[in-house]
């Protein structure tokens, strides 16, 4: 039988002494998949569905996931909100704004004028390529479709794979920052993992899962946590394939554990995930490599 390490409340990721059972015990955990699905769980259990991504249309999304780009989602917020005052937030409204005034309206997000060039560079491959159509677009088979994205100017892979799945209903993981941070402090990958090889994991291990056993660890999470980050939105309660929607759930609660605990400098003792930590001592400290 497969054992877990468990860290009682006294004890946090900074602690120095380990007792020998401990030793013993972390020879025996779960597989880096098993670990992800005892995540996704445990997270669920916690805070329950997180009403992810935040936007009233798949532009809306797109734009969204150009502009969060080096900067927090209030900035985000900030921008788009200028965008819709301005009337433009749209894709002919994208279209015709003159490419100095875009940037202006931006600017809260940050690297503003970039941003604005990029966003730009969209709109024309939505044209050239789709004739402007969103739905011709997501019609493409998920891999095709990410190679485009991937060719534009300001789109790498968590880009692209956000576009992906909560613009298009694409059944991909959205491995950012977060991902990288705390599956390195739980050793679940090593340190300078690649993204696709995080995205690949997480990917593999809710392939393996059996959807029916998921819907029933899922149904009823803990109501006295229950707190979704963001209002339901018209994009958040978008019909999703079921894939999907467990790929964007766990993506929005791992984004939250980060987000709340797993900072620069962990609160350990308070996250969800503390029962999860490997050894304190084998666990890199704030200043090796943090994000």
């Not at 969204?64 to 909100?81: D, F, H, M, P």
């Not at 941003?115 to 730009?120: D, E, Q, T, Y």
């Not at 479709?145 to 959205?174: Q, W």
């Not at 491995?175 to 340190?191: G, L, M």
Request: net charge positive.
């Amino acid at each position: 039988m497969v054992r877990r390490i468990l860290i009682t409340p006294r004890m946090t990721c900074c602690d120095r002494d380990l007792p020998l059972r401990l030793r013993l015990q972390k020879k025996t955990q779960p597989t880096a998949p098993a670990n992800v699905l005892h995540y996704y769980t445990t997270l669920y259990s916690h805070w329950g569905p997180q009403n992810w991504w935040p936007a009233r249309t798949r532009l809306e999304v797109i734009v969204g996931a150009y502009l969060t780009q080096n900067t927090n989602w209030s900035n985000v917020e900030k921008a788009i909100a200028n965008l819709r005052r301005a009337r433009v937030l749209s894709v002919s409204g994208l279209r015709s704004i003159p490419l100095r005034r875009l940037a202006t309206l931006v600017r809260p997000s940050g690297y503003f004028r970039q941003k604005a060039r990029k966003l730009k560079t969209f709109i024309r491959f939505l044209d050239r390529n789709y004739a402007g159509s969103f739905d011709r677009m997501f019609a493409q088979p998920t891999d095709k479709l990410r190679v485009k994205l991937l060719e534009l100017n300001g789109v790498g892979p968590e880009t692209a794979d956000s576009i992906l799945l909560y613009a298009g209903n694409h059944p991909v993981f959205v491995a950012d920052a977060y991902t990288r941070r705390i599956f390195e402090r739980h050793q679940i990958i090593p340190a300078k993992s690649k993204y696709e090889e995080m995205r690949s994991l997480v990917e593999r291990a809710l392939h393996a899962a059996s959807l029916d056993s998921l819907r029933a660890e899922l149904s009823e999470p803990d109501s006295s946590h229950h707190s979704p980050r963001h209002p339901i939105s018209p994009m958040s309660r978008m019909a999703r394939s079921e894939l999907a929607q467990h790929y964007s759930e766990l993506h929005a609660l791992i984004v939250r554990a980060g987000n709340e605990y797993c900072r620069p400098t962990p609160r350990c003792e308070e996250c969800p995930l503390r029962e999860f930590l490997p050894a304190p001592s084998e666990v890199p400290s704030a200043s090796e490599g943090s994000l």
